[in-house]
Every structure is written in C-alpha cells, then in structure tokens.
C-alpha cells in the first residue's frame, strides 16, 4: 500500500521560507515520478513541481519557478520542497503525490494528506 505523508507547512511571513517534506512508504522513488500539487480553498487543485525517477531535470510551474526547489533523498525515500520567497499566492493546502509512470505527467493516483501553507503579508 503506497502511503505519503507531508508535513512541514504552517504559517511564513510574505518574503519568508518553509521546507515541506514528504515520506513515502510502498514504492521507492526510482519507480515512479513524485512532485507535489497545492489547492487553495475555491481553486481548482494546481500542479507546483515534479520530478521524474532516474536522472532529469525537476518541473516547476511558472509562478514558483526560481522560487522553489524539489528534491528527493532516495535513501530516506523523503521528498522535500523548499520554498523560498513566499507570496500570498502560495497559501494552499499541500500535497505530496505519486504520479502514474515514471516520468512527470502530472497524472496522480496516489496521495497523501496535504499540510497547510498559510502565508501572512
């Protein structure tokens, strides 16, 4: 059974920081590609980042790019996102997720509970 669980969110200034972390249980990371998607309250869920198995480069959307930065410590089959430079934007629930092959396709079977990010301005 494949279990993502993210924590890390929670309240940052507008400019501020936050590291969200997502630890997967029931596949590995070399399977699959995993990114994280957000959804705010009304808005249609949003892909944020992604990042297929093997070697390649992350995907980002364009509003987060330069922004934030996914990675992945296949040994602790931990996926983090470091977000740098916080808008009011950002503020969404977070959520980990597993996509469908290994290669980004932003198709996700498989996620988590999210973690909130609240950014105050």
């Known amino acids: 059974e494949v279990q993502l669980q993210a924590s890390g969110g929670g309240l940052a200034q507008a400019g501020g920081s936050l590291t969200l972390s997502c630890v997967a249980s029931g596949l590995t990371f070399d399977e699959y590609a995993i990114g994280w998607f957000r959804q705010a309250p009304g808005k249609e869920r949003e892909a944020v980042s992604c990042v297929s198995s093997g070697e390649g480069s992350p995907h980002y959307r364009g509003s987060v790019k330069g922004r934030f930065t996914i990675s992945s410590d296949h040994a602790k089959n931990t996926l983090y996102l470091q977000m740098n430079s916080v808008k009011s934007e950002d503020m969404a629930v977070y959520y980990c997720?597993?996509?469908?092959?290994?290669?980004?396709?932003?198709?996700?079977?498989?996620w988590g509970q999210g973690t909130q990010v609240t950014v105050s301005s």
């Open positions: 997720a597993k996509d469908v092959l290994r290669i980004c396709r932003f198709e996700y079977d498989n």
